[in-house]
């Protein structure tokens, strides 16, 4: 058996979190500052589309200083809905949402937002493209392939209904007021709403842009904050927007600057470069706190650190051997070695959260850490001992590498032979030439509903189906009782069947652990983190 101490896993971490301490220099105050903020990627496709970029370091730029929606999440706060666009809103039926729009909000541009903004920004043009409201169908890119400069990515039209699976439309009542009418009943419509990707932007703007490319480099919008400089994978350059409707801006830019290897970012933030370094590992939390005016913020937050299976790759295609490796992992010695305990094993894919809905399936624990009944797993199955490929980046989430290497340990000692290949982005990762077997990935709880992540990310419009890394049948047909029934208890018992199945029977994913985000920062900014990766520079979160 594997015995893990943290100086051992930590030593796995090498280079890639090594940092130098240098001379910082202090933060200069204006009248109204400017902050450089260090992250390790920012978008993954070279766009700034909420609906095209659906990632963790997307929710970091875009939310909640750019993007805004109609119900905003409350992010400094229980993460639950809160007014935004709109100021109220109200059930008609079990299908049909009308909500009253705040009156004055500009966008960017200097158009005031009305209905029409809205109803495009839930259009076919904009999102759906020719797919229709009909949940339980997987849709692929190759069928939503781009003719023209001005139509969406192929992949767009497929995330639309992961995050809409039965809207039918968005009628216009009046300047001010809309009606979202779904072709199902569905009780996480206000959810839905506040979600990433449900933003609203500028039907002008789109009108005007010669390509879809130029509009999503520079999106029109309501935010607090403007695009005033997007250099994809080099910096992203905000600028306050003085007529936000929430209020003057308390900064008067953003620079977030693309720094992959977390020592650069480190250095940087104690040179005094960055006023803010993102992702930061737990074994860094001490030299930053030891410089003089620094601090380290950290929080766990609503997003599950989790591997996935391929289900083409011949071997994995046994789920005897995918939950001989589910079983292979023991989580604590993850947690302490490369986490220092400062994040918790989830209950399987469930969040706390989910007991405000009562839908937290009680007792429910991830596979146990049985190594004898991983050996067991696979002397039952045709398990020879062939490579099963690792896809994997280089620390795109915290703590990636050593994760990795720690997790082909354990597997290599239950005899299964995991060979990592290191790739240079997703892109690669989800690359159909060549043999694919284990990614990672992580699982996000958007709007108190098991339907996020489980439905949202793992049923027939999630993206583990749409790269068909793995489907179920009976998993699909209990996403649609999900994403339609109106009976608690019936939703309830469709998701601890899904548990079942994506856990324990046929393997989709296995959980690690919960994340947790460590972000170092100038102490005299007096800005607090929010339980998220979005990062809230409007003025009620700043003090400086």
């Known amino acids: 058996m594997l015995k893990l101490n943290r100086r051992h896993a930590l030593g796995l971490m090498g280079a890639a979190t090594g940092s130098l301490i240098l001379p910082r220099a202090s933060f200069a105050q204006g009248s109204r500052p400017s902050v450089t903020i260090a992250v390790q990627k920012i978008t993954n496709n070279s766009t700034l589309d909420i609906w095209y970029e659906q990632s963790n370091v997307g929710e970091r730029i875009f939310y909640p200083n750019l993007w805004e929606g109609l119900i905003l999440r409350d992010w400094m706060g229980n993460q639950g809905p809160v007014p935004g666009l709109a100021t109220e809103w109200r059930r008609l039926d079990d299908k049909t949402l009308e909500l009253d729009l705040r009156q004055g909000v500009k966008f960017h541009n200097g158009d005031e937002m009305t209905a029409e903004d809205v109803a495009f920004s839930f259009s076919a043009e904009r999102v759906f493209g ?57 009780v996480t419509l206000e959810g839905r709403l506040y979600s990433g990707g449900s933003q609203i932007t500028n039907r002008r703007a789109w009108d005007e842009a010669a390509s879809y490319s130029e509009w999503a480099r520079k999106p029109i919008t309501t935010g607090a904050y403007m695009v005033e400089e997007y250099r994809p994978d080099v910096s992203l350059t905000l600028v306050a927007f003085d007529e936000y409707w929430g209020g003057r801006p308390p900064l008067e830019r953003i620079r977030f600057v693309e720094v992959p290897e977390v020592a650069s970012r480190v250095n940087g933030l104690l040179s ?43 071997i994995l295609a046994d789920p005897l051997v995918r939950r001989a490796m589910t079983h292979s992992i023991d989580r604590n010695a993850i947690v302490e070695a490369l986490w220092a305990g400062q994040t918790v094993i989830p209950p399987g894919l469930q969040f706390d959260s989910f007991q405000a809905t009562d839908m937290f399936i009680e007792g429910w624990t991830v596979p146990e850490f049985n190594p004898e ?9 045709n398990y020879k001992g062939d490579a099963i490929p690792y896809r994997l980046l280089n620390n795109y989430y915290t703590n990636q590498t050593p994760t990795a290497q720690v997790l082909v340990e354990m597997w290599r000692q239950v005899g299964l032979n995991v060979q990592i290949e290191m790739k240079e982005n997703w892109g690669q990762i989800h690359e159909a030439i060549g043999t694919k077997g284990v990614r990672d990935w992580s699982a996000s709880n958007t709007i108190n509903d098991p339907i996020t992540p489980m439905v949202v990310q793992f049923g027939p419009n999630g993206e583990v189906q749409q790269q068909k890394d793995w489907s179920n049948v009976e998993v699909n047909e209990l996403s649609v009782v999900m994403e339609t029934s109106t009976d608690g208890a019936q939703r309830k018992k469709a998701f601890a069947r899904m548990l079942e199945i994506c856990e324990r029977e046929d393997p989709a994913y296995q959980v690690l652990h919960q994340n947790a ?15 998220a990766f979005a990062m809230d520079f409007r003025a009620g979160n700043w003090s400086s």
């Open 373 to 381: 009944l991983a050996r067991q797993l696979l002397s039952q199955s």
């Open 272 to 314: 005094g470069e960055y006023d803010f370094a993102c992702d930061l590992p737990p074994d860094q939390i001490a030299a930053v706190q030891a410089a003089p005016g620094l601090e380290v913020q950290s929080s766990p937050i609503w997003n599950h650190r989790v591997s996935v299976f391929n289900t083409e790759n011949d």
């Open 517 to 531: 985000v460590f972000t170092g920062m100038k102490s005299s900014l007096n800005w607090k983190a929010a339980p």
């Open 130 to 186: 020719d797919t229709q409201p009909v949940g339980g169908r997987t849709i692929f890119a190759e069928e939503n392939k781009p003719t023209t400069a001005k139509e969406l990515p192929a992949n767009v039209p497929g995330v639309g209904r992961r995050l809409w699976p039965a809207l039918a439309g968005v009628e216009v009542v009046d300047k001010y007021k809309v009606r979202f009418h779904n072709a199902t009943p569905d």
